[in-house]
């Protein structure tokens, strides 16, 4: 699958990603150039079709051009938290076996045996609620599926714009990724969730998609997030219960919550209540 690359032929120009902790914007067109450096990168170091790639690195520009690099060579992507202590990334490396591991930008030979499954496209680590993490292998079906329900449920369009302040490592925040350059919708990336800069990326972006669990709404309202928050036009509210009357006092702002269920095992979204 290569989406990517697919959006840099249509909409080379168009705004793709905003790096809010690095500062800058990069078009299709920049970030179709950024995978293919990877993608070659890793090739030279003997990465193979099928090969599983672990990346620990914050949500950004190289984060995105390392999905998209993957997904265009046939690599596992498999994306590793950056706040979990080491014996538990140490875990996680153990567990997936990956050929290559690339960490602070740089990418480093690891024991894992060459030529894996090439049917998946990322393996997503769930949370751990119920027991150990376990990795969830997904194919680029899934991903695309997932990628196509997630705008038919939104109606969403080109126009829209998604803000992206989960983890990236969850099946969550990697979905947006796959969403942006599906549909052509631009996405600014947040490295973590801070209640202030979400704010001042959703005015300054003028973003209209947001996916958030709702501890993170009630931050987000509580800091004075009122006027900005009621400019998106579908707030994804998954990850975690959202009361019932919650939910309505929501609505009864002019908030468009959209309570949602998923799972990693499904790439995202299993069922969405529509704006």
């Known amino acids: 699958m290569d989406l990517l690359r697919e959006r840099s032929h249509r909409d080379g120009p ?38 599983r790639v672990a990346v620990r690195e914050p949500a950004g520009a190289r984060f995105a051009a390392l999905l998209f690099a993957c997904l265009r060579q046939g690599y596992a992507f498999v994306p590793l938290p950056m706040r979990a202590p080491q014996p538990a990334i140490q875990r996680l490396l153990a567990d997936c076996g990956p050929r290559v591991l690339v960490e602070d930008g740089e990418p480093a030979l690891r024991g894992g045996a060459a030529g894996g499954a090439e049917g998946d496209a990322c393996i997503v680590y769930t949370s751990g609620t119920t027991g150990p993490p376990k990795g969830v292998r997904l194919t680029a079906a899934n991903l695309l599926a997932s ?53 001042e990326a959703l005015a300054r972006e003028r973003c ?13 309202l509580d800091a004075g997030g009122l006027e900005p928050l009621l400019r998106v036009r579908a707030i994804l509210l998954g990850g975690a219960p959202a009361p019932a009357d919650h939910v309505r006092a929501w609505a009864r702002l002019g908030l468009q919550v959209c309570p949602t269920y998923g799972l990693s095992e499904t790439g995202s979204q299993v069922a969405t209540v529509p704006p």
């Open 147 to 199: 990628a196509e329900g997630c705008q038919e449920s939104l109606a969403s369009t080109a126009d829209d714009r998604w803000l992206l302040c989960l983890a990236p490592h969850h099946v969550g925040g990697l979905a947006i990724l796959v969403r942006s350059a599906a549909s052509n919708q631009p996405v600014t990336v947040l490295e973590r969730f801070e209640a202030e800069r979400v704010l």
């Open 14 to 51: 168009r705004r793709a990603l905003v790096d809010a902790g690095a500062g800058f914007w990069i078009s299709w067109f920049d970030l179709d150039g950024l995978a293919t450096a990877w993608a070659r990168r890793l090739e030279r170091l003997g990465v193979q079709p099928g090969d």
């Open 208 to 220: 209209t998609l947001l996916s958030l669990v709702p501890t993170m709404l009630v931050r987000l």
